[in-house]
């Protein structure tokens, strides 16, 4: 069974959609492929239900629908960081019970593809003594990392240092896109060129500004683990 752990530079960087491209990809060499968003936060009224969209766009990619408590085990309505959403709500987000969930999904499934919340290292529960973040997740899972690097202003800063964190935890990084989110950037191509140099993974894909362009229709190698 193959899997990836996605996380980002930062939120709104393009997680979703690189997860999405890569759950096509992988249907290329894999029949069942599942995306999982193991915490949403951000709701909105969809067809009359309150739904996320990230959700809603990973289910859309996969090939095999599960219950929702299995591919998204903790929705939260509050569009903030996780424990906060969290503790607004009054919901303790427990890690071991989403490696569960991932561990279920892996039964049903040739690939999976579990998107991360905000940047690597964003806090998901924060409780007395107890603290749990996203990079904790992706190292109790054990998977390869696809880091989404945001090309913007302040990029190379956040994409060295969140490839800091992965390898320092242990972590494969398997490969990285560069989502060229800011279309007034200067020295978009300068930039790129520095992180092909010190990122230590194959790119996988290099994104132009294209925020209409579906998913499915987006160019991304899958990377080997």
Partial sequence: MTAFFVTGTDTGVGKTRVSAALLHALHRHHARVIGMKPVAAGTELINGEWANEDVLALRAAS????????DNPYLLNLAASPHIAAREEGVEIDI?????????LRQQADAVVVEGAGGFIVPLLESGRQSATSADLAVLLRLPVVLVVGVR???????????????????????WVANRIDPSMVAPDANVDTLRLRLQAPMLADWPWQPLQPASALSLDVPVP
């Fill in 63 to 70: 090939t095999v629908q599960v219950p929702a408590l299995y």
């Fill in 96 to 104: 071991e019970h989403i490696a569960a969930c991932f561990h279920a």
């Fill in 153 to 175: 202003l302040g990029c190379l800063n956040h994409a060295l240092l969140t490839q800091e964190a992965i390898l320092s935890r242990g972590l494969t990084l398997a490969g």
